[in-house]
Nanobody, 121 residues
Framework: QVQLVESGGGLVQAGGSLRLSCAAS????????VVWHRQAPGTQREWVAAFTSGGATNYADSVKGRFSISIDNAKNTMYLQMNNLKPEDTAVYYC???????????????WGQGTQVTVSS
Protein backbone atom coordinates (compact mmCIF):
# COMPACT_ATOMS: atom_id res chain seq x y z
CA GLN A 1 0.00 0.00 0.00
CA VAL A 2 1.17 3.48 -0.84
CA GLN A 3 0.36 6.63 1.10
CA LEU A 4 0.65 10.22 -0.03
CA VAL A 5 0.92 12.94 2.60
CA GLU A 6 0.74 16.61 1.64
CA SER A 7 2.20 19.44 3.66
CA GLY A 8 3.15 23.07 3.24
CA GLY A 9 -0.26 24.69 3.08
CA GLY A 10 -1.19 27.69 5.16
CA LEU A 11 -2.26 31.31 5.17
CA VAL A 12 -0.37 33.75 2.98
CA GLN A 13 -0.96 37.26 1.72
CA ALA A 14 -1.63 37.94 -1.93
CA GLY A 15 1.62 38.07 -3.84
CA GLY A 16 3.30 35.62 -1.50
CA SER A 17 4.61 32.13 -2.09
CA LEU A 18 4.14 28.65 -0.73
CA ARG A 19 5.69 25.32 -1.57
CA LEU A 20 3.51 22.27 -1.18
CA SER A 21 5.08 18.86 -0.69
CA CYS A 22 3.59 15.44 -1.28
CA ALA A 23 5.60 12.63 0.26
CA ALA A 24 4.95 9.11 -0.95
CA SER A 25 5.66 6.17 1.33
CA UNK A 26 5.19 2.44 1.19
CA UNK A 27 6.13 -0.02 -1.49
CA UNK A 28 7.27 2.13 -4.41
CA UNK A 29 9.12 1.02 -7.50
CA UNK A 30 8.45 4.13 -9.52
CA UNK A 31 6.27 7.24 -9.59
CA UNK A 32 5.15 7.68 -13.16
CA UNK A 33 2.96 10.76 -13.22
CA VAL A 34 1.84 13.38 -10.75
CA VAL A 35 -1.06 15.79 -10.85
CA TRP A 36 -1.87 18.51 -8.36
CA HIS A 37 -5.54 19.37 -8.05
CA ARG A 38 -7.44 21.90 -6.00
CA GLN A 39 -10.96 22.37 -4.80
CA ALA A 40 -12.44 25.57 -3.50
CA PRO A 41 -15.68 25.55 -1.46
CA GLY A 42 -18.72 25.05 -3.66
CA THR A 43 -16.69 24.21 -6.74
CA GLN A 44 -15.59 21.08 -8.53
CA ARG A 45 -12.08 19.76 -8.12
CA GLU A 46 -9.82 21.01 -10.89
CA TRP A 47 -6.33 20.07 -11.96
CA VAL A 48 -3.70 22.79 -11.80
CA ALA A 49 -0.38 21.15 -12.67
CA ALA A 50 0.78 17.84 -14.09
CA PHE A 51 4.08 16.05 -14.45
CA THR A 52 3.74 13.30 -17.03
CA SER A 53 5.53 9.98 -17.27
CA GLY A 54 7.50 11.40 -20.18
CA GLY A 55 8.84 14.22 -18.04
CA ALA A 56 6.68 16.96 -19.52
CA THR A 57 4.87 19.51 -17.38
CA ASN A 58 1.49 21.07 -18.01
CA TYR A 59 -0.31 23.86 -16.20
CA ALA A 60 -3.81 25.17 -16.09
CA ASP A 61 -4.07 28.60 -17.67
CA SER A 62 -5.02 30.11 -14.32
CA VAL A 63 -1.65 29.21 -12.77
CA LYS A 64 0.67 29.22 -15.77
CA GLY A 65 3.77 31.28 -15.09
CA ARG A 66 3.15 31.28 -11.33
CA PHE A 67 3.16 27.60 -10.30
CA SER A 68 5.85 25.00 -10.88
CA ILE A 69 5.60 21.25 -10.40
CA SER A 70 8.58 19.04 -9.73
CA ILE A 71 9.49 15.63 -8.38
CA ASP A 72 12.43 14.33 -6.39
CA ASN A 73 12.55 10.65 -7.25
CA ALA A 74 15.26 9.95 -4.69
CA LYS A 75 12.95 11.16 -1.93
CA ASN A 76 9.67 10.00 -3.51
CA THR A 77 8.42 13.52 -2.95
CA MET A 78 6.51 15.79 -5.29
CA TYR A 79 6.36 19.56 -5.01
CA LEU A 80 4.19 22.41 -6.13
CA GLN A 81 5.91 25.78 -5.93
CA MET A 82 3.32 28.53 -5.93
CA ASN A 83 4.41 32.12 -6.48
CA ASN A 84 2.50 35.38 -6.78
CA LEU A 85 -0.49 33.82 -5.06
CA LYS A 86 -3.91 35.34 -5.55
CA PRO A 87 -7.05 35.13 -3.39
CA GLU A 88 -8.64 32.97 -6.08
CA ASP A 89 -5.95 30.35 -5.45
CA THR A 90 -7.58 29.66 -2.08
CA ALA A 91 -8.52 25.97 -2.02
CA VAL A 92 -7.66 22.57 -0.65
CA TYR A 93 -4.81 21.20 -2.73
CA TYR A 94 -4.47 17.48 -3.43
CA CYS A 95 -1.69 15.48 -5.00
CA UNK A 96 -2.47 12.48 -7.16
CA UNK A 97 0.26 10.12 -8.26
CA UNK A 98 0.49 7.05 -10.49
CA UNK A 99 2.70 4.58 -8.68
CA UNK A 100 4.13 1.25 -9.72
CA UNK A 101 4.81 -0.86 -6.64
CA UNK A 102 7.06 -3.36 -8.36
CA UNK A 103 8.53 -3.95 -11.77
CA UNK A 104 5.75 -6.45 -12.47
CA UNK A 105 2.80 -4.51 -11.09
CA UNK A 106 0.40 -2.22 -12.87
CA UNK A 107 0.34 1.49 -12.19
CA UNK A 108 -2.15 2.51 -9.54
CA UNK A 109 -3.50 5.94 -8.71
CA UNK A 110 -3.22 7.30 -5.19
CA TRP A 111 -4.46 10.52 -3.59
CA GLY A 112 -3.27 12.53 -0.65
CA GLN A 113 -5.58 13.89 2.02
CA GLY A 114 -5.26 17.51 0.93
CA THR A 115 -3.72 20.63 2.40
CA GLN A 116 -5.47 23.97 2.82
CA VAL A 117 -4.10 27.05 1.09
CA THR A 118 -5.65 30.38 2.00
CA VAL A 119 -4.61 33.59 0.27
CA SER A 120 -5.72 36.84 1.85
CA SER A 121 -6.17 40.04 -0.11
Amino acid sequence: QVQLVESGGGLVQAGGSLRLSCAASGRIFSINAVVWHRQAPGTQREWVAAFTSGGATNYADSVKGRFSISIDNAKNTMYLQMNNLKPEDTAVYYCNAEVRESVHSRKRSYWGQGTQVTVSS
